[in-house]
């Protein structure tokens, strides 16, 4: 019966083609649309670390003083100080923790004549790599003990391998960062999780490529490296030594593998601000530990243009639809006469019903297979942006597939009144008409 | 016209004359808003930034952090920049207006330990900025040379509280002026920054946009009398005429490269460029909602033809009677026209209910303001006009159906 339907409604699509490419053309467009913002969104809505993400959490304490603080609603900083992030680091009371600041080295080539140049960084602790689940394509990562006796060593990219050392092993070769030479222990395979969920509140970018350098902390500062954003909430005598000051600047992520750990995390942390309430460092008590993805959500990582953006095109694809449904009921009521003779030779309303279901969801698919195109060419579109996240944005097999059922259901949604009118029509006056 | 006839014509259509007005209303509503939306944009970049923006470039230089001989470094800079051809001004500052990024702002207290800022403001600083800039005074006077003080000195005294290795005097732009002293002249008012550190206004200048932040006070801006260096983040900016700025852009960036090779340079391009690169995502946005409003426009009318052509073939005996019976051309015409008409009104005035509520889910999440008045006469007038263009060629087709029609049986 499906393919006799299937021809039926072949033959209806191609008697009326003007309607049809009408039907198909505005469905279309509707599907590329939302298909078009819909990618944007989930790539910048994703989660960064799928694997990992329910099991990293963002420490945060706020050690500004009383003024403008209202009790419950005052959210605490993102950053913390170097005493506070190095007392969670030395408490250790995760299975994994590290603190980090986004910052900028300037590297020199070695090769004569190559000009020097500056490349995002990021100044960490020993855990980062095994908590973010960096891959290392040669190497690995540094020690605690290097940590501490701020060793002279660096992990880098793997494009900057690529662009230093021609791809090859460069573990053991030296690498001049500023005025220093660093020993490379580590090159990582290609790694950058979209949003740059470890940059929040760091002065760095949220999106687009990946760091190009990670050294220890201790080993960057020593360099005189600064972090990219410092928030101070008390005056400062001397900002070269951020060690001591008053000053914000470093995140701290630390890795709870069950609820009970983040239960005793946050009672921990609740604990270390009351403990420095007593001796008079803090006056807010507020804490806050937030697991990955709810970071990103009260963060607002997604750019409220992308929002709106897919707000519109969802606008967009409800008229459409709304289209859709006009243009294939006039159809339908058009062809009165035919219905009344299928029904006089006894189709049932069901088939009736189902004929008309299989017509919308032909529309359907032609709308689907030209919206596709109607969506690589939204998505080329947002690659020529100015945006970080543009080059990212492309069309991915789950999305070619949710492409189709977009389609389907939006125009099997269109198809439901139609296909209904048709199969309470009653025959008798239709073959009279006739 | 008689519009009882359509309206009884249009109850046996239920289903397709509610549907066309929906379409209509669900049109209306949002490209009322998307049209609202581009003019937020385009009002944004229209943003006066107060400078001679033609004539004006910037190269910047990598932070490399402190050097005991930057200040050295500066002064030959600055010399050997004036001397290039067709250099008519230079200046080292800390910041340039809508170029996206603040290195200062600061809160201005009128009075000594009050609590809360009264204004939030941009800081200006750097060597010979309101003459290189374009700024013009429009009271008082511009800082002295020897009323120029290091920054390097400056931190540390803003924080020790060390007053004699502070500036006295500041420069307000004419906003901040009018928003501090509303009635009086701001000229030799102090105020207060940081903590409770006193300045003389000895001058009020024209507008001068923010770096950012422009929904602070886009013109909220003051002038320190600060000098600052390229290693602790300043800009060079060189004013020029119009159509040299390439070649002194290229002979300017070369002559500092021979002071010093070593430098890595962040940026070099024109003021035009720097606002081009500040508004690129509101131009993109714009954009993106043309291109949808045009959709959109084009998605309903082709639908609102559709439909016409249907009811015109279905209607084709009914068309021929009355032509038989009478009915000119004209009249066919009108009456579709009009039927058109009537459902369209019918969509509008749904749609600009809607119009209204999604402009409140817009307020609500995006804080976006209030959709003025004027957006509905003229979204109105649009679909009006949208509807009858689309249906003008059913209608015609309609007239012409010839009265004999009507003798035929189908």
Redesign the interface.
């Known amino acids: 019966m499906f393919a006799y339907y299937l021809d039926l409604a072949l033959r209806s699509l191609k008697r009326n083609r003007?309607?049809t490419t009408?039907?198909v053309?505005?469905l279309a467009?509707?599907i590329g649309?939302t298909i078009t913002t819909l990618t944007v969104l989930r790539l910048l809505s994703g989660d960064p670390l799928p694997q990992k993400s329910a099991q990293l959490f963002y420490p945060q304490i706020d050690p500004n003083s009383k003024?403008?603080y209202l009790e419950g609603q005052t959210k605490p900083d993102l950053t913390m100080a170097y005493p506070d992030a190095m007392a969670l680091m030395h408490a250790k009371r995760g299975t994994r923790q590290a603190a980090m600041a986004m910052t900028?080295a300037?590297i020199m080539p070695d090769k004569a004549h190559a000009?020097?140049?500056?490349s995002d960084a990021v100044m960490t602790t020993a855990d980062f790599f095994a908590m973010f689940d960096a891959p290392f394509q040669y190497g690995s990562g540094w020690s605690e003990a290097d940590d501490e006796s701020g060793a002279e060593l660096v992990v880098i990219a793997g494009f900057l391998n690529d662009k230093l050392f021609g791809g090859t092993n460069s573990v053991g070769k030296t690498i001049r960062v500023g005025d220093h030479d660093l020993r490379i222990v580590g090159v990582l395979k290609p790694w950058s999780p979209q949003p740059r969920f470890y940059t929040q509140g760091m002065g760095s970018r949220s999106y687009g490529d990946g760091d190009a350098v990670f050294l220890p902390l201790r080993t960057a500062r020593a360099m005189?490296m600064?972090p990219q954003d410092t928030e101070c909430y008390a005056?400062?005598?001397?900002?070269?030594h951020l060690e001591t000051a008053p000053c914000e600047w470093l995140g701290v992520w630390v890795e709870l593998n069950n609820e009970g750990a983040v239960a005793g995390y946050k009672q921990f942390l609740d604990g270390y601000v009351k403990q420095q309430i007593a001796i008079g460092r803090f006056v807010r008590p507020d804490t806050s530990l937030l697991d990955l993805m709810s970071l990103m959500r009260e963060q607002q990582v997604v750019p409220?243009?992308v929002?709106?953006?897919a707000d519109?095109?969802f606008?967009?694809l409800?008229?459409?639809v709304?289209?859709t449904?006009?243009?294939l009921?006039?159809?339908c009521?058009?062809r009165s006469q035919e219905i009344g003779v299928r029904r006089a030779l006894g189709a049932t309303r069901k088939e009736i019903f189902s004929q008309f279901m299989v017509e919308a969801g032909m529309v359907g698919l032609a709308g689907g297979v030209l919206g596709l195109a109607f969506a690589e060419l939204g998505l080329l579109?947002i690659r020529h942006?100015?945006?970080q996240y543009a080059s990212l944005a492309h069309l991915d097999l789950s999305m070619f597939a949710f492409t189709f059922v977009v389609a389907l259901v939006a125009s099997l949604i269109a198809g439901l009144?139609p296909a209904w009118?048709a199969s309470v029509l009653a025959p008798a006056p239709q073959l009279k008409a006739? | 016209m008689d519009i009882r006839p359509i309206l009884s014509t249009l109850h046996r259509h239920k289903i397709t004359a509610w549907l066309l007005i929906l379409e209509i209303a669900l049109t209306c509503g949002i490209v009322c808003n998307a049209v609202f939306l581009i003019n937020q944009r385009l009002q944004r970049m229209d943003i006066p930034s107060g400078i001679a923006e033609h004539n004006l470039l910037q190269i910047k230089f990598a932070y490399v952090g402190d050097q005991t001989d930057a200040y050295a470094q500066a002064q030959t800079d600055l010399a050997t920049l004036q001397q290039i051809a067709g250099v008519q001004a230079v200046a080292l500052v800390n910041q340039l207006p809508l170029s996206g990024h603040a290195m200062s702002n600061s809160g201005i207290k009128l009075r000594p330990h009050q609590r809360q800022a009264s204004l939030e403001v941009a800081s200006y600083y750097g060597q010979n900025l309101l003459t290189t800039l374009g700024v013009r005074l429009i009271s008082g006077r511009d800082f002295q040379p020897d009323e120029l003080i290091d920054l390097k000195s400056v931190l540390p005294a803003l924080h020790g509280g060390e007053l004699k290795d502070l500036p006295h005097t500041v420069i307000v732009a004419q906003a901040v002026a009018v928003r501090l002293w509303p009635d009086q002249s701001a000229l030799g008012k102090t105020i207060y920054f940081g903590n409770d550190i006193p300045m003389q206004v000895v001058g009020v200048s024209a507008p001068l946009a923010r770096p950012n932040m422009l929904q602070m006070g886009a013109q909220n801006s003051i002038v320190f009398p600060i000098r600052l260096t390229a290693a602790e983040g300043g800009s060079y900016v060189i004013r020029t005429n119009p159509r040299d700025r390439e070649q002194v852009l290229k002979s300017a960036l070369a002559a500092l490269k021979r002071l010093d090779p070593n430098r890595v340079v962040l940026e070099q391009r024109t003021y035009d460029e720097l606002r081009q690169d500040h508004f690129q995502d509101d131009r993109a946005m714009a954009g993106i909602l043309v291109g949808v409003i045009a959709a959109l426009l084009l998605v309903t009318a082709l639908g609102i033809a559709g439909l016409a052509s249907f009811w015109v073939g279905q209607r084709r005996r009914t068309i021929g009677v009355r032509r038989a019976l009478g009915a000119t051309r004209a009249n066919i015409l009108h009456y579709f026209q009009t039927e058109n008409f009537v459902l369209a009104t019918i969509g509008i005035t749904l749609g600009m209910l809607l119009a209204y509520g999604i402009n409140l889910f817009l307020m609500l999440h995006y804080e976006l303001p209030r959709l003025p008045a004027i957006y509905f006469p003229m979204g109105a007038i649009t679909l009006w006009v949208i509807g009858q263009l689309a249906v003008l060629g059913p209608a015609l087709r309609a007239g012409a159906v010839p009265p004999v029609v009507a003798t035929r049986s189908v």
């Open positions: 003007v309607l009408l039907m053309l505005a467009l509707g649309a003024d403008g900028q300037k000009r020097p140049f500056f005189e600064g005056a400062v005598e001397d900002f070269r409220d243009d929002r709106l953006q519109l095109a606008g967009f409800l008229i459409c709304v289209n449904v006009g243009l009921l006039a159809k009521l058009r579109g942006q100015p945006a009144l009118r006739a």
